[in-house]
């Protein structure tokens, strides 16, 4: 018995050490990945030597358990809490774990009649429905508030206590009394984060039942390519043949190759060749914009409409400029007509002053 006790005790110094060492290292790491699995090794042989033991038994009370042997109601705790970060297999696997490992914890300490009076309400509820449960209410705001604000404060109160019961570890060591209550500070601090972590993992757990499935790897999954199905069947092609990644002869002797094969069996090149040709040109203009673009500039544009004839350049009557011909004062006919055109206009306008012509409008 005794030494199966000092085997526990070392399963468990070792693992509490390699969970502290995880803070201080990158958690996408591998030697991260190698710490935890460790880790969880030490505690599940932890976990299997105890109940090989009967370290601890349901016709016990929490006054039966020795205050050396407290520390260890948290194995389970730990194993909830450590195997979440794993990443190698699915992750709907390592929350049920996850769950499962929080639940035995959560049954041990309710056997021993440690929860308190709001942690035993909490248990009950997750036992009503472990996949809606939830620590804050969902329809009332002001609820989720305080509930949030009420459990910070208990989790710094608990990490308070636990640090001060923790500032004198040789005391611990010749008053049982202070080992008892640093304990059941270490357990209430584990349960509050425990019912914490049961509340993300059914969150994450609905997330993950909407998600669609993952197709199976395997030969199924190559199907869905449309070379790998064409190689398949021998056919499919645009035009009905085999897909084949050589290149066609007839673009070969477009881009001046004279036809054969275009590399040796080496590797080597025989001929010049390119990779570009009409039907990549198409393919990349099939992504151009739906409009047209214009072909040439606005001075492009009104030089070649100047060359069509479509714009008149200069004077005349065709340009329409409304410039007034100059009258030669040498030529008499011509201002002797300008003059009476003058004295007609001025007696039109004062036979018919302006205004008068309005008739409709009069008042």
Not at 8 to 37: G, M, P
Not at 228 to 249: I, M
Not at 342 to 358: L, V
Request: hydrophobic share 30%; net charge negative; aromatic share 6%.
């Amino acid at each position: 018995m005794e030494g199966n006790q000092t085997n526990i005790r070392t399963l468990f110094s070792t693992a509490k050490n390699l969970r502290a060492k995880l803070d201080s290292l990158e958690s996408t790491s591998a030697v991260y990945q190698e710490n935890l699995q460790r880790a969880l090794q030490s505690l599940e042989r932890c976990r299997q030597a105890s109940e090989h033991v009967s370290l601890f038994s349901p016709n016990e009370t929490q006054d039966d358990v020795a205050s050396g042997d407290l520390e260890y109601l948290i194995i389970d705790y730990y194993i909830g809490e450590l195997i979440p970060k794993q990443t190698a297999p699915p992750r709907k696997a390592l929350l049920q774990q996850a769950q499962e490992a929080y639940e035995r914890y959560l049954k041990r300490l309710d056997s021993y009649d440690i929860l308190s009076k709001s942690d035993q309400k909490l248990y009950e509820k997750y036992l009503n429905d472990p996949a809606a449960f939830a620590l804050l209410p969902t329809a009332d705001i002001s609820a989720r508030r305080n509930t949030k604000i009420s459990r910070f404060k208990q989790e710094t109160s608990l990490k308070q206590k636990l640090e001060y019961l923790s500032q004198t570890p040789s005391a611990l060591q010749n008053d049982d009394a202070t080992l008892r209550e640093l304990r059941f500070a270490e357990i209430q601090l584990s349960t509050h984060l425990a019912f914490h972590a049961l509340d993300q993992i059914a969150q994450e757990l609905k997330l993950l039942a909407l998600a669609p499935p993952t197709p199976p790897p395997g030969p199924e999954a190559l199907e869905n390519d449309y070379r790998e199905r064409v190689r398949s069947n021998g056919s499919g092609g645009r035009n009905g043949a085999a897909y084949s990644e050589r290149l066609d002869p007839s673009y070969l002797t477009q881009s001046g190759g004279k036809g054969g094969p275009i590399l040796t069996k080496e590797g080597k090149p025989l001929q010049p060749f390119t990779l570009l040709d009409s039907r990549q040109r198409l393919r990349d203009g099939v992504f151009g914009p739906d409009h047209s673009l214009p072909t040439m500039t606005i001075d492009e544009y009104l030089a070649e409409e100047k060359r069509r004839g479509g714009i008149i350049d200069g004077g005349g009557d065709q340009s329409g400029g409304g410039q007034q011909a100059v009258v030669d004062e040498d030529d008499l006919a011509k201002a002797d007509e300008e003059t009476m055109k003058a004295r007609a206009w001025d007696d039109f306008t004062e036979s018919n002053p302006k205004g008068s012509g309005n008739t409709l409008n009069r008042g």
